[in-house]
């Protein structure tokens, strides 16, 4: 996999660039998994990040059901699910809702019919198993879907008023207007003013990390390596990319991080 030459790598140690780092919010399947799972590496760079002070905050597409209970038991400082549709603040199992939705009865049956109709186009996708415990978005595996077909669907998405985005794992049909960074900007704002945007770094690894690339919001970014994989659908690109892909990719950023304020003391 050749690096893409407009991303450069994760700067020397002796960049300044990650001094004032005090929040990660990061992506979660392909940029803290590797192949699929987490690893002892990951979970030890995880606690020696919050023992640095240093807050991570996941920002995934995984369903509301699925995160609430990851959430509760990872050492992160709670997490945004369904692509910034809901928000779980830490040491609290209920979620705040950052998608206005005000019948959900009907906002789910709006979304089934919806793919009702991509199967009549689509018929070999499948909805995913945690499409059940979802709230804001309905989802269907991306597995066997070439670039053309996902172009398709999103198309088909906006002509029937929904968002469409996907990542390495599944694809989504959403609201429009929702995405990773309007969910995280929100979270920031009512629940973490605190933290400035040099203070904050995000990272992903995958098209629906894309609004997390965007430096008029979120100026230091991170693409974990298997991001070059997607790179020539992105709009928005990483500022830097690691050497190391996945979750593998994620722990070389902390590495950098902690080594960063290690010697800025």
Partial sequence: ??????????????????LHIRLIATDMDGTLTRRGKFTPALLQALEDLAAANIKVLIVTGRSAGWVSGLSAIMPVAGAIAENGGLYFPPANHKPVILTPILDLAQHRQHLATTFENLQTKFPQIQESADNRFRITDWTFDV????????????????????????????CHIKPQGQDKAVGLLQ???????????????????????????????????????????????LKYHPAY????????????LSSYILKSLHIST
Avoid: K
């Fill in 143 to 170: 597995a066997g879907l070439d670039q053309d077909q996902l172009q398709t669907l999103d198309n088909l998405c906006q002509q029937m008023g929904w968002g469409f985005t996907y990542s390495n794992v599944q």
């Fill in 1 to 18: 996999m050749s690096r893409h030459q407009s991303i450069p790598a994760l700067p020397e140690f002796s960049s300044t660039s990650f």
């Fill in 241 to 252: 990319i690691t050497t190391a892909a996945e979750g593998e990719g994620f722990c070389e």
């Fill in 187 to 233: 979270v920031l704002r009512e629940y973490l003013p605190q933290y400035s945007p040099e203070q904050i770094i995000t990272v992903g690894d995958s098209p629906n990390d894309e609004s997390l690339f965007d430096r008029r919001y979120f100026p230091i970014s991170v693409g974990v390596a298997n991001v070059l994989e997607y790179v020539n659908q």
